[in-house]
């Protein structure tokens, strides 16, 4: 039976060729279209990979009335210490990180400063990309950025000014890619403070405490992110001034940003909503059946003489069935083969592809007017594609050829059992 299952294959090779690539480009959708959608998620997650955090959390205020010493960035303006209990209380919070972020117009260059707590998840994630050197030991230690220092021709072992206090630098850290607020130095947040406390310029433009921060870190359960964003934006939401900053952003308003921040950016196409996700691929999968069944009937309508000579000769109904369902399921497994070979093929050329994510200013603030190349203020940042083969598509794409089939064999089982041999057999 199997010599004459396999020499009708062959003979009939051009339909059965058709409905093999039906099945595979049915289970080829489904895996890149479900793996694609998983990609563009964990891309809009990238920005954060630095951070080890999903959530930042800044407040706009008043832009700096002198460009002199050591002043807050307008869009990162002093944040009360209280709020990083109210934060820390919120369901799906993890952790929290916050940070002090300074603009530094001393009279050699300026600088971008940020106070970091060495013990946080943050201030260990900077801590663990040091490339030279070791990590502060005390609040007048700090470490400078690669890239900063390679073009100041900094060493470990300077000395350095900041805002009229003394440093020294005790290593280089290698921050990769563009980050959610980079900045030139990484100091203690304690000495930091008190340096943004005790500046004229930032009290003149904003009232400012010994223990305030700009910039909050929050590490979210992954299933709760969305969840969190929404209870911050309830509990944050009051704005405590009038006015606009010269972005937009209203002042005294905090900024909530998330990876859904950067959803849109990525594709306007390839990020579908689930609901329609799921609607296209059973437009997709019902068609594909129509095409199938349509296929498989029509074959075996063409071959009624020949099942009509075969019960003839002694072969039951059962044995002409077998042959049929045998028939169908090596088209299937072969069909379904196929899609997961090229399926393999699309995800690991896509995987070559690159996705470009643009930082807003606000996150990674600076003073345009002293840009002297605008790659100083570039902030695309350009990653892989983080797509993966998601076997769990695969076992799904698997089951769907499968009731592809059974639909398939329930049909033309069905036009076969209509036959009657004497019918057949009396107009031959």
């Known amino acids: 039976m199997l010599k004459y299952i396999l020499k009708n294959l062959f003979k009939r090779k051009r339909k059965y060729i058709l409905s093999m690539l039906v099945i595979s480009s049915v289970v080829l959708l489904f895996i890149v279209m479900n793996s694609l959608s998983i990609a563009y998620k ?13 959530i930042v959390i800044q407040k706009s205020g008043n832009v700096p009335e002198e460009t002199k010493g050591a002043v807050l960035p307008c869009s990162m303006t002093a944040i009360k210490s209280d709020y990083l209990k109210i ?55 700090v470490l400078v950025e690669q890239t900063f220092s390679s073009r100041n021709n900094f060493a470990v072992g300077d000395k350095i000014d900041i805002a009229g206090n003394n440093y020294s630098i005790t290593g280089i850290v290698q921050m990769t890619g563009k980050n959610i607020v980079e900045s030139d130095y990484y100091a203690d947040l304690r000495k930091i403070q008190e340096t943004a406390y005790n500046s004229i310029d930032v009290q003149k433009t904003e009232k400012f405490e010994p223990d305030d921060v700009n910039i909050i870190f929050v590490d979210a359960d992954l299933m709760q992110i969305n969840n969190a964003a929404e209870s911050l934006n309830k509990i944050l939401a009051a704005s405590d001034k009038h006015g606009f900053t010269p972005t937009g952003k209203a002042l005294g308003t905090f900024t909530i940003t998330t990876p859904k921040s950067f959803e849109s950016q990525i594709s306007s196409f390839f990020f579908l909503s689930d609901k329609l996700m799921l609607l296209i691929l059973i437009t997709i999968i019902a068609g594909a059946i129509l095409i199938i069944i349509s296929s498989l009937n029509h074959n075996v309508i063409e071959r009624t003489k020949e099942f009509g000579i075969m019960r003839a000769v002694g072969y039951t109904n059962i044995n002409i069935q077998k042959i049929i369902i045998s028939e169908t399921f090596i088209l299937l497994i072969t069909g379904y083969l196929t899609g997961i070979i090229a399926s393999l093929a699309v995800i690991y050329f896509l995987s070559k592809m690159n ?74």
């Open 42 to 54: 964990k891309a809009s997650e990238l920005p954060f990979k630095n951070i080890q955090n999903s």
């Open 355 to 428: 996705v470009t994510i643009t930082i807003p200013w606000e996150l990674n603030p600076f003073p345009h007017f002293l840009l002297s190349s605008p790659s100083q203020a570039d902030t695309i940042q350009s990653y892989l594609l983080p797509i993966k083969f998601q076997l769990q598509y695969a076992i799904t794409g698997f089951f769907i050829s499968l009731a592809m089939g059974i639909l398939t064999i329930a049909f033309t089982l069905r036009t076969i059992n209509k036959f009657k041999v004497m019918e057949v057999l009396r107009h031959e």
């Open 87 to 141: 934060i820390a209380s919120i369901s799906g919070v993890k952790n929290i990180s916050s940070g002090l972020f300074l603009w530094v117009f001393d009279k050699d260059y300026f600088k971008r400063v940020m106070g970091v707590d060495w013990e946080s998840s943050l201030g260990k994630k900077i801590i663990s990309g040091i490339i030279a050197g070791s990590s502060p030991k005390s609040i007048h230690e």
